[in-house]
């Protein structure tokens, strides 16, 4: 079954913490990207990786980090520097080139700092 | 920086009336998509439109591309309770990513 898996669905963390949120996608697509989601809102781009081991700020980047040591995985870390870090977050892929190919989403997971 | 307006932000519509939201870019787009957002799930993709006036249908869904490539819209027809959600444009402006419009909750009473 094909598709792009995020867990978990719920993440509760104390302030002060960072906290790593999982993406993965077997749909062998080269570019992932991670959105965050406010109540009522858009969805902003934090990070997107157009290939392993290479990755690029999006326009919400600072207070996050991410990794892309395989095709498969795309992880974000929320890190404590993030001022406001309660969010809905949104994991994506696609297979053609940034912007210009249909993007698949994950489930997502809703973060909430207590 | 580029960006994507949506109007209107909120829609309430009875249900078997038509309902349109309407997308704004700051620049020429070298296409836009649009996707559907069902209350507490995640976007899914609907459709791209990539030429100057090309208009798209599906089954009661019409989207079109203005000529000048920096708006579009969406229109739906007779809407059904089936239909709720959040639709939103993402255009992408070519060489950049895409940026997502702020969405138009839809919403529509049996």
């Known amino acids: 079954d094909g598709g792009i898996t995020q867990s978990p669905k719920y993440l509760f963390r104390k302030e002060g913490q960072n906290v790593t949120l999982s993406c993965e996608q077997n749909?062998?697509?080269?570019?992932m990207y991670w959105y965050r989601q406010d109540p009522g809102q858009g969805l902003r781009l934090i990070y997107y990786s157009q290939i392993v081991n290479d990755f690029q700020k999006g326009d919400i980047a600072e207070g996050y980090s991410v990794s892309r040591e395989k095709k498969e995985s795309f992880p974000l870390t929320v890190t404590s520097a993030q001022k406001n870090p309660t969010a809905f977050y949104l994991c994506a892929s696609s297979s053609g080139a940034p912007g210009t190919d249909t993007q698949y989403f994950g489930p997502g997971t809703r973060l909430t700092v207590l | 920086g580029q960006q994507v307006m949506q109007i209107p932000q909120y829609q309430h519509v009875q249900e078997g009336e038509d309902f349109t939201t309407y997308c704004n870019s700051s620049t020429t787009l070298s296409n836009i998509q649009w996707y559907k957002q069902r209350p507490g799930g995640h976007p899914v993709f609907l459709i791209q439109l990539v030429k100057s006036g090309e208009v798209k249908k599906q089954k009661r869904l019409t989207f079109q591309f203005g000529e000048a490539k920096k708006n579009s819209s969406l229109h739906i027809t007779a809407t059904q309770t089936t239909d709720v959600g959040t639709y939103f444009c993402?255009?992408?402006?070519?060489?950049?990513?895409?940026?997502f419009g702020g969405g138009t909750r839809l919403m529509v009473k049996p």
């Open positions: 749909l062998n697509h080269d570019a």
């Open positions: 993402a255009g992408n402006n070519a060489g950049n990513m895409l940026t």
